[in-house]
């Protein structure tokens, strides 16, 4: 075997093992939060999408060496509490957690949340903008 051929083998088995995490990850996920994310996306409240985001962002914070799954948690609270500015405090907290977890993850995160700010501003109206 040639010396390309050798590294492009071991770029595949040094890879497989980040997509079978990933897939364990969302399985696990799914598992656990599926029905959850299906019922809260029937409604049109955002309050109960906002109550799984923090839900979604406690059992973050208990999370430890398991990467893949700790992402799709802080993505999917992100995800639901940026809907309504009352969330912007969890989708913050989340995207901080990921991005002191997840260093691959941490320009990313803190894009969000910058955007997440610039929303706010300029949604803002009067007095409020002022105060920003």
Not at 59 to 66: G, I, L, P, S, Y
Not at 114 to 130: F, V
């Amino acid at each position: 075997m040639n010396l390309l051929a050798c590294w492009a083998v071991t770029a595949i088995l040094l890879a497989c093992p980040l997509v079978v995490l990933a897939d364990e990850a969302a399985d696990t996920f799914n598992r656990l939060y599926g029905d959850d994310l299906k019922r809260v996306a029937a409604t049109p409240s955002a309050a109960d999408d906002l109550a799984l985001a923090k839900q979604l962002l406690e059992a973050a914070e208990k999370v430890t060496n398991r990467t893949a799954f700790l992402t799709l948690l802080c993505e999917k609270a992100h995800e639901l509490a940026i809907k309504d500015p009352a969330g912007y405090p969890t989708a913050k907290a989340a995207l901080e957690l990921l991005a002191a977890n997840v260093p691959e993850k941490k320009v990313e995160s803190l894009q969000k949340v910058a955007a997440m700010y610039q929303r706010h501003y300029a949604t803002a109206r009067g007095d409020a903008k002022q105060r920003r």
